[in-house]
């Protein structure tokens, strides 16, 4: 199971979810965490290569299972009946989630690439 998820650094490679929120919030204070593939090298976006979705987790310090906070599918590719990439709508491998907590803990996001698999990263969030 363990190489399930691949990861990497996400300035090098373009599968990996990039993580943009605050370090650090209040407790009960709503945090909004930004998901974004290919931020710093753009990931292909065509019926043959795409992202299909991103899920974002939140695994409380002390707790044994972790609770979604959303997942976010990306449905269109550049097909259409005429074919591949014979229309002119792509969805961007982008979401945007608010959620609050009164624990600290690391945020977990992770998006599928129909050719190259499941990938992942996260963030450790403190409370205060």
Not at 32 to 60: D, L, R, S
Not at 70 to 77: D, K, M, N, Q, V
């Amino acid at each position: 199971m363990k190489d399930l998820f691949q990861s990497a650094d996400w300035k090098k490679e373009k599968h990996v979810p990039v993580i943009e929120s605050l370090d650090s919030v209040k407790k009960g204070e709503i945090l909004q965490i930004k998901i974004t593939i290919g931020k710093e090298i753009p990931h292909p976006n065509k019926t043959e290569h795409h992202i299909a979705w991103i899920e974002v987790y939140f695994m409380p310090d002390g707790e044994k299972f972790p609770h979604q906070i959303g997942r976010a599918e990306f449905t269109s590719h550049g097909s259409s009946t005429e074919g591949p990439d014979t229309s002119t709508i792509y969805t961007h491998p982008e979401a945007t989630l608010n959620f609050k907590t009164d624990k600290p803990g690391t945020i977990l996001a992770s998006s599928y690439c129909n050719i190259h698999g499941l990938w992942q990263n996260s963030k450790t969030l403190a409370v205060g």
